[in-house]
């Protein structure tokens, strides 16, 4: 289906209905159709570049910085020392980037399962595909359910930087996923995921969410704004095998030169707390 008519993209999907969100194109600068996805990157007159996958925007230039650094940092700066991070998906490379500032992790595992999402990123999308030139990072082209099996007990943190429930990436929300996940992760690990809006996946969070904890004791949801996201906010699930830790209050804060030298445009220790903060009808729904 094409997404763009009289010089607009328009994101219909059924996870949304009755509802899109439209940017103007001043440019098309990549479609293609990689063995799983349809993928996108075009120019807008007021969000600068734009990656989309099967019709779905994964980011805009104006905003993407808010996903990527609180999917990063909320699990990151709760653990006291995240030396080894697994990035699940990521293929545009903005955790990766991320993931480098943090001055404790001393190795990341990347694992994509598309690599013309990578390719057209590291051309079209430098701003965060400069993540994959971090000393830090290993880049796998492949399946992340497989790559956890063969890796268990391996990772402190582990970050899981999906599209949304439909399609492949429906299995990354599943109840086995979880139990992957803290296979892979060594004693008193940290996960973060995607996690949707509030404003219409609550049902989807509370199921995922069950699901996390039938394997991890500290399970958690937080949000931050991203204005081209659906209804202008998306959520994190993050969860540890630490039933004992506040997940609320960052064991790490940035001092204010390294926000500074990293150029961290939203996530800090305030932020962090502040993230968990609920409306009464999602925590009525959640706890």
């Given at each position: 289906?094409?997404?763009?008519?009289?010089?607009?993209f328009?994101?219909?999907s059924?996870?949304?209905?009755?509802?899109?969100?439209?940017?103007e194109?001043k440019?098309?600068?990549?479609?293609?159709k990689?063995?799983y996805?349809?993928v996108l990157?075009f120019?807008?007159?007021?969000?600068?570049?734009?990656?989309?996958l099967?019709?779905?925007i994964?980011?805009?230039q104006?905003?993407?910085?808010?996903?990527q650094?609180?999917?990063?940092?909320?699990?990151?700066?709760?653990?006291?020392n995240?030396?080894n991070?697994?990035?699940?998906?990521?293929?545009?490379?903005?955790v990766?980037?991320?993931?480098?500032?943090h001055?404790?992790?001393?190795r990341?595992?990347q694992?994509?399962?598309?690599?013309?999402?990578?390719?057209?990123?590291?051309?079209?999308?430098p701003?965060?595909?400069?993540?994959?030139?971090s000393?830090?990072?290993?880049l796998?082209?492949g399946?992340?359910?497989?790559?956890?099996?063969q890796?268990?007990?391996?990772?402190?943190?582990?970050?899981t930087?999906?599209?949304?429930p439909?399609?492949?990436?429906?299995?990354?929300?599943?109840e086995?996923?979880?139990?992957?996940?803290k296979?892979?992760?060594?004693?008193n690990?940290?996960?973060?995921?995607?996690?949707g809006?509030?404003w219409?996946?609550?049902?989807?969070?509370?199921?995922?969410?069950?699901?996390?904890?039938k394997?991890?004791?500290?399970?958690r949801?937080?949000?931050?704004?991203?204005?081209?996201?659906p209804?202008?906010?998306?959520g994190y699930?993050?969860?540890?095998l630490d039933?004992?830790l506040?997940?609320?209050?960052?064991?790490?804060?940035f001092?204010?030169e390294q926000?500074?030298?990293h150029?961290?445009?939203y996530?800090?220790?305030?932020?962090?707390?502040?993230?968990y903060?609920?409306?009464?009808?999602?925590?009525?729904?959640l706890?």
């Amino acid at each position: 289906m094409d997404r763009i008519r009289n010089g607009w993209f328009s994101e219909l999907s059924e996870l949304w209905p009755g509802q899109c969100f439209s940017l103007e194109v001043k440019e098309v600068l990549y479609k293609d159709k990689s063995k799983y996805q349809d993928v996108l990157i075009f120019e807008s007159k007021n969000n600068g570049r734009v990656l989309a996958l099967d019709g779905i925007i994964q980011c805009t230039q104006k905003d993407e910085f808010s996903y990527q650094e609180m999917i990063t940092f909320l699990p990151l700066c709760s653990h006291p020392n995240p030396e080894n991070v697994l990035i699940v998906g990521g293929g545009d490379g903005g955790v990766a980037r991320e993931v480098d500032k943090h001055p404790l992790v001393k190795r990341c595992v990347q694992v994509e399962i598309d690599d013309k999402v990578v390719e057209s990123s590291k051309q079209y999308l430098p701003f965060m595909a400069k993540g994959f030139t971090s000393p830090k990072l290993t880049l796998h082209i492949g399946d992340g359910f497989e790559y956890m099996k063969q890796h268990t007990s391996e990772f402190d943190v582990i970050i899981t930087d999906s599209s949304d429930p439909i399609g492949p990436a429906v299995n990354l929300f599943t109840e086995s996923y979880y139990k992957l996940l803290k296979q892979a992760l060594r004693p008193n690990g940290i996960v973060s995921s995607q996690m949707g809006t509030m404003w219409t996946d609550l049902p989807q969070i509370k199921q995922t969410m069950n699901n996390c904890r039938k394997h991890f004791p500290n399970v958690r949801y937080a949000t931050s704004s991203v204005p081209s996201y659906p209804d202008g906010q998306i959520g994190y699930l993050v969860a540890s095998l630490d039933a004992s830790l506040d997940l609320t209050k960052p064991s790490f804060k940035f001092t204010q030169e390294q926000i500074t030298e990293h150029n961290l445009r939203y996530y800090n220790d305030e932020i962090h707390s502040a993230a968990y903060v609920l409306p009464n009808f999602v925590k009525k729904e959640l706890y």
